[in-house]
């Protein structure tokens, strides 16, 4: 089992960046793929970015390509997701989600592990 705990959120303008954090317990962090995901209110949980175990694969949602970054650190248990050219419409929590696989998995209910999540707002 591993339990998953995301910081970095906060308030920032459009354009602005942000670095997410999720660090996870455990000492199997390599054997899961990390993923990102994001839910602004009144919509569904979508996905965002996966990282495979190594960190050697990666995969990202169109809103994402070309902004946002997913990187891992096994060494420290934690995943990272930054931020650059922050947009209004990026505004929702953002949650890591860990599975033990090594498929780069971007269904919400392929991962088995989900954190508390972290509130990132973007104002206009």
């Known amino acids: 089992q591993v339990q998953l705990v995301e910081s970095g959120g906060g308030l920032v303008q459009a354009g602005g960046s942000l670095r997410l954090s999720c660090a996870a317990s455990?000492?199997?962090?390599?054997?899961?793929?990390m993923g990102w995901f994001r839910q602004a209110p009144g919509k569904e949980r979508e996905f965002v970015s996966a990282i495979n175990r190594s960190g050697g694969s990666t995969y990202y949602a169109d809103s994402a390509k070309g902004r946002f970054t997913i990187s891992r650190d096994n060494t420290k248990n934690t995943v990272y997701l930054q931020m650059n050219s922050l947009k209004p419409e990026d505004t929702a929590v953002y949650y890591c989600?860990?599975?033990?696989?090594?498929?780069?998995?971007?269904?919400?209910?392929?991962?088995?592990?989900w954190g508390q999540g972290t509130q990132v707002t973007v104002s206009s």
């Open positions: 455990g000492r199997t962090f390599s054997s899961y793929v």
């Open positions: 989600a860990a599975d033990p696989t090594d498929w780069l998995l971007t269904g919400r209910s392929e991962y088995v592990y």
